[in-house]
């Protein structure tokens, strides 16, 4: 499989963006796609992801409020809409995938087994 993202860039403080993480190469059933970001200097952070066969979509506590995440089965996209955006939302994100079976449940971002990632899209807010 492999994860392509797409739409990050500048933006000032209290902006949106919507980032897009296009699969392809494998079935889109197959596979829990999460969202993930990191800070220079920071941790990962895990968003949320897309998971189970209707494609089902949860949120980390680090997301609820500001960032949803949803999926596009017809076209094999999974998207990051951020709003409100503030600096420490400055980062590079990333989507990832993990065998549907390693992460079924609503903290499927958490799990270990995400080993294919994107290249990542980098987020700047400013203000």
């Known amino acids: 499989v492999q994860l392509v993202e797409s739409g990050g860039g500048s933006v000032q403080t209290g902006g949106s963006l919507t980032l897009s993480c296009k699969v392809s190469g494998g079935p889109r059933d197959d596979y829990a796609i999460g969202w993930f970001r990191r800070a220079p200097g920071k941790q990962r952070d895990g968003l949320g992801c897309?998971?189970?066969?209707?494609?089902?979509?949860y949120s980390a506590d680090a997301a609820k409020g500001r960032f949803t995440i949803s999926s596009d089965k017809a076209d094999n996209t999974v998207y990051l809409q951020m709003s409100n955006l503030k600096a420490e939302d400055s980062a590079v994100y990333y989507c990832?995938?993990?065998?549907?079976?390693?992460?079924?449940?609503?903290?499927?971002?958490?799990?270990?087994?995400?080993?294919?990632w994107g290249q990542g899209t980098q987020v700047t807010v400013s203000s």
């Open positions: 897309s998971t189970g066969p209707d494609g089902k979509t």
């Open positions: 990832a995938a993990a065998p549907v079976y390693s992460a079924p449940y609503d903290d499927c971002w958490a799990v270990t087994d995400y080993g294919t």
